[in-house]
T-cell receptor, first 111, second 113 residues
């Protein structure tokens, strides 16, 4: 049972435009969410997080929005750059303290 | 900066071989984790450890074991490698048991022939 879901396996955007990556979760008890970025042949690197007491967290070009009623979060990248091309994973901690990852979305930013 | 290193970036082994994957972190983190990453499945937790000589099963422990003799080192062992264990293996560490950021190593791409 996939508790954290990223339903879009891939996304392609033009350089300078906005990239929106989506993530849904099934358990309303999840209260802390993270986004990781992964380049090929490298480990994931932490990008940004959000606690359920907030509905938005911003760090430079990256903003994460959390809609608790819809059990949905999204990562916005503005403006998108070719170096942002990577696989993005959303993740959340379950009640057992394990980090549960989505399937990942591969972002391609074209010049 | 947290540094997590893994012993090999690429590894090719034969079916039935015993395989050791080593992971070392240099930030005195309590917790260490082993994941595998497969296309369309995200990262799945194999084993984790909250302290030296402690280990806990993750979601897919079958066919694997682990060892944590020192705080900084966490080893993943494939007792008898099989082709369905061909994957990218990722080690991670975090400071505490709380909802803490996990820091990942570069990964080991294992191919079992």
């Amino acid at each position: 049972d996939q508790q954290v879901k990223q339903n879009s396996p891939s996304l392609s955007v033009q350089e300078g435009r906005i990239s929106i990556l989506n993530c849904d979760y099934t358990n309303s008890m999840f209260d802390y969410f993270l986004w990781y970025k992964k380049y090929p042949a490298e480990g994931p690197t932490f990008l940004i997080s959000i606690s359920s007491i907030k509905d938005k967290n911003e760090d430079g070009r990256f903003t994460v929005f959390l809609n608790k009623s819809a059990k949905h979060l999204s990562l916005h990248i503005v403006p998108s750059q070719p170096g942002d091309s990577a696989v993005y994973f959303c993740a959340s901690y379950n009640q057992g303290g394990k980090l549960i990852f989505g399937q990942g979305t591969e972002l391609s930013v074209k010049p | 900066d947290v540094k997590v290193t893994q012993s090999s970036r690429y590894l090719v082994k034969r079916t039935g071989e015993k395989v050791f994957l080593e992971c070392v972190q240099d930030m005195d983190h309590e917790n260490m984790f082993w994941y595998r990453q497969d296309p369309g499945l995200g990262l799945r937790l194999i084993y984790f450890s909250y302290d030296v000589k402690m280990k806990e099963k993750g979601d897919i422990p079958e066919g694997y074991s682990v060892s944590r003799e020192k705080k900084e080192r966490f080893s993943l062992i494939l007792e008898s490698a099989s082709t369905n264990q061909t994957s990218m293996y990722l080690c991670a560490s975090s400071l505490s048991r709380a909802q803490d950021t996990q820091y990942f190593g570069p990964g080991t791409r294992l191919t079992v022939l």
